[in-house]
T-cell receptor, first 114, second 112 residues
Framework: DADVTQTPRNRITKTGKRIMLECSQT?????MYWYRQDPGLGLQLIYY???????NKGEISDGYSVSRQAQAKFSLSLESAIPNQTALYFC?????????????FGPGTRLTVL | SQKIEQNSEALNIQEGKTATLTCNYT??????LQWYRQDPGRGPVFLLL?????KEKRKERLKVTFDTTLKQSLFHITASQPADSATYLC???????????FGAGTQVVVTP
């Protein structure tokens, strides 16, 4: 089984709908991240969490919210989806213990907002 | 603003040749740089890390260099194979908490 899983893998929705993307990990890592990727742009950090009680905004958090339900689960919500939120979304985990912060990515969720 | 830039043009290379990718950054030099591979429809996968006090790092057919004077890292794939075709991302550490800033990636296409 994959260490970092994301659901759904693909989602098409309409403007104004609320959407939740879910991420689960079995790596036992404390740190979790949500990124979006657009063609020609680097991965942009939306939110990150260094433990269950810690949530931080990234560089593009407007229009998004997150919930860290447990060490293994980190959800991203779009409260009212808009077309420019159409992108590929990745969840990642890392664990600083023992060395630099290598990140492990999930397979991604392709979101289309019509 | 702080930038990390990679060549946006795809690199087309013949099997067996060496592919060289460039990653340039502005402002501060990070404690380390990382390189990731991303296949279509998949998440990035970590390949190599090079620290600021290391000139060169190797892993099998991969080699990374880090020049803090030029503010540049080079990523080499030697004896390239069609299976090496993918997009390669560089990333730098942005703070002591371990956050990374990613480049947009360079696509490599290796033809037989």
């Amino acid at each position: 089984d994959a260490d970092v899983t994301q659901t759904p893998r693909n989602r098409i929705t309409k403007t104004g709908k609320r959407i939740m993307l879910e991420c689960s990990q079995t790596k036992g890592h404390d740190r979790m991240y949500w990124y979006r990727q657009d063609p020609g742009l680097g991965l942009q950090l939306i939110y990150y969490s260094f433990d269950v009680k810690d949530i931080n905004k990234g560089e593009i958090s407007d229009g998004y919210s997150v919930s860290r339900q447990a060490q293994a689960k980190f959800s991203l919500s779009l409260e009212s989806a808009i077309p420019n939120q159409t992108a590929l979304y990745f969840c990642a985990t890392s664990d600083l213990a023992g060395g630099p912060d290598t990140q492990y990515f999930g397979p991604g969720t392709r979101l289309t907002v019509l | 603003s702080q930038k990390i830039e990679q060549n946006s043009e795809a690199l087309n290379i013949q099997e067996g040749k060496t592919a060289t990718l460039t990653c340039n950054y502005t402002n501060y030099s990070p404690a380390y740089l990382q390189w990731y591979r991303q296949d279509p429809g998949r998440g990035p996968v970590f390949l190599l890390l090079i620290r600021e006090n290391e000139k060169e790092k190797r892993k099998e057919r991969l080699k990374v260099t880090f020049d803090t004077t030029l503010k540049q890292s080079l990523f080499h794939i030697t004896a390239s194979q069609p299976a090496d075709s993918a997009t390669y991302l560089c990333a730098r550490l942005t703070d002591s908490w371990g956050k990374l800033q990613f480049g947009a990636g360079t696509q490599v296409v290796v033809t037989p």
